[in-house]
């Protein structure tokens, strides 16, 4: 059986990961890569994660990716652009993506979904947050229970191991002033993926169709200057952020989303911590039975190991590269985890 071909979109921390995810997997080959910095254009990719020449060459030319003869495209830029996925997907590429179309509106999925019935094409939006610990776990999870009245998917990371110094700083507005980060792009980019994560679960799970979408945004500023990776975060300046998105029925909350972004548990306030548990991600349901999960490893064990190495981003792009032979074997159109078959990984190529 001939192997899938896949090119990587883009070659930060995501994509870097799943390259070398991709080249572990037997089912798939990498052909092809599109970079956005000139200064790689002509790279080996191999060159490019850290590693021996793998015989890819790198391309900053739409056109070029376009053209090529390849099976899927992994699309993980910084910002996604609905043009250029729908241009991949009339290509003749599937496209899977760590940066949205989780559970699209009707709205939102027209344009694509015209441009998937043009190539014949399919487009799925994965990862783990959103696109994984949001609503395909809280889902999987409520498969236990019934009458259920609450499900939840909740992040709780030390931002310092974010290897992403400019985003974290001008983007996320981590060390600004509180009102600078309330008013900042954050909220806005994330609310694009995390609402359609609360919208699945509410949908699946049969809630009301009147349920009221609410979103929230809390911050902690440092009481004393705390070392970052940005630099030292002054007193008064942001050092840590709380995002809320919930579903209501009644008075009821129904569905919960949240992410809990601190840089470090010292010196904040209010004083947040991560409790007892420390970093992690939380799955929760309330039904007839409940239950709780607590998943740990995706989180790095020191500032250092996650500057080298975030094992966050390594299971977000391993989420997608796995999925990328079941999005080939779909039918046409935008697929998400209630259409697609059950995704699994591939053994160590040892143990294979």
């Keep these: 059986m001939a192997p899938v071909r896949v090119v990587q979109w883009a070659t930060g921390g995501v994509g870097k990961a799943a390259i070398e995810t991709l080249l572990l997997h037997p089912e798939l080959e990498l052909v092809g890569c599109w970079v956005h910095s000139p200064d790689k254009h002509g790279r080996d990719v191999g060159e490019l994660i850290g590693r021996a020449p793998i015989g890819v060459t790198a391309t900053s030319s739409v056109e070029e990716i376009l053209a090529l003869d390849a099976d899927c495209v992994l699309y993980s830029p910084l910002v996604p652009d609905r043009d250029e996925v729908a241009a991949l997907l009339r290509s003749g590429k599937n496209v899977v993506t760590p940066v949205g179309w989780f559970y699209p509106s009707e709205r939102a999925a027209g344009p694509l979904a015209e441009a998937c019935a043009e190539g014949g094409t399919t487009l799925h939006g994965t990862g783990i947050n959103p696109g994984g610990i949001t609503e395909l776990h809280p889902l999987m999870f409520s498969a236990l229970s019934s009458a259920v009245t609450f499900v939840r998917g909740e992040e709780f990371s030390d931002i310092r191991t974010y290897d992403a110094p ?113 970093e992690r991600f939380e799955v929760e349901v309330q039904g007839d039975p409940p239950s709780y999960v607590t998943i740990k490893g995706w989180q790095p064990s020191s500032v250092a190991e996650g500057l080298l190495r975030n094992p966050g981003v390594v299971a977000t792009a391993a989420h997608c590269v796995n999925s990328i032979p079941y999005v080939v074997a779909a039918p046409p159109g935008i697929q998400t985890f209630l259409d697609l078959p059950l995704v699994a990984g591939r053994a160590h190529p040892d143990l294979a």
């Design 166 to 278: 400019d985003v974290v700083r001008h983007i996320m507005m981590f060390g600004g002033l509180p009102e600078d980060a309330m008013g900042g792009p954050m909220l806005g980019l994330l609310t694009g993926g995390f609402r359609q994560s609360v919208r699945m679960c509410l949908d699946a799970l049969g809630f009301s169709k009147d349920a009221e979408l609410r979103t929230s945004q809390e911050v902690a500023v440092a009481t004393a200057p705390i070392d970052s990776p940005i630099g030292p975060i002054e007193p008064g300046r942001v050092a840590a952020q709380r995002f809320v998105w919930e579903a209501v029925v009644g008075e009821l909350v129904v569905v919960r989303v949240a992410v809990n972004w601190l840089m470090g548990e010292e010196h904040l306030d209010p004083p947040w911590t991560f409790g007892p548990e420390g």
